[in-house]
């Protein structure tokens, strides 16, 4: 979905530089994103959109995630009733540990692996926490 790595980059510029017409860029990204409940389908919310977003990975590149989309959209302040059914997802995704488990890989394309898939990533583990919090504030 291009319009989720549009909002990643987008979320970067300082809200006091961002123009009204930037920020009604980001309000209808963030629409349509919400109206997909995150990863569903608009017209059937009963399907997922792209099985491989449930599978949490790091780094992301050109694919995306449950985690990365609420990354993004917790990063431009959105809370919305419409996310909790992916917060649900990712608190299910929690090992006893606390951690969470990398579950998609880009190691064999690199030249070095990240971390093993899985086991208990220290990355998607840190973003899931910073997630929950923004999202809990």
Same mark, same amino acid.
């Given at each position: 979905?291009?319009?989720?790595?549009?909002?990643?980059?987008?979320?970067?510029?300082?809200?006091?530089?961002?123009?009204?017409? @930037?920020? /009604?860029? &980001?309000?209808?990204?963030?629409?349509?994103?919400?109206?997909?409940?995150?990863?569903?389908?608009?017209?059937d919310l009963s399907k997922v959109s792209k099985p491989s977003w449930l599978r949490f990975g =790091?780094?992301?590149? $050109?694919?995306?995630?449950v985690l990365e989309i609420l990354q993004i959209l917790t990063k431009l302040g959105v809370k919305?009733?419409?996310?909790?059914?992916? &917060?649900?997802?990712?608190?299910?995704?929690?090992?006893?540990?606390?951690?969470?488990? @990398?579950? /998609?890989? =880009?190691?064999?394309? =690199?030249?070095?692996? &990240?971390?093993?898939?899985?086991?208990?990533?220290? $990355?998607?583990?840190?973003?899931?926490?910073?997630?929950?919090?923004? =999202?809990?504030?």
């Amino acid at each position: 979905m291009g319009v989720i790595k549009a909002l990643k980059a987008l979320a970067e510029i300082p809200v006091e530089k961002r123009s009204s017409d @930037l920020k /009604n860029v &980001i309000d209808r990204g963030v629409e349509y994103v919400l109206a997909h409940h995150i990863y569903k389908r608009s017209h059937d919310l009963s399907k997922v959109s792209k099985p491989s977003w449930l599978r949490f990975g =790091f780094p992301k590149m $050109w694919q995306t995630d449950v985690l990365e989309i609420l990354q993004i959209l917790t990063k431009l302040g959105v809370k919305d009733e419409r996310m909790q059914e992916a &917060i649900v997802l990712v608190v299910s995704k929690q090992n006893d540990e606390g951690k969470w488990v @990398l579950e /998609n890989t =880009f190691n064999g394309r =690199f030249l070095v692996s &990240i971390e093993r898939k899985g086991k208990p990533s220290k $990355w998607i583990t840190l973003n899931a926490l910073r997630v929950l919090e923004k =999202f809990s504030e």
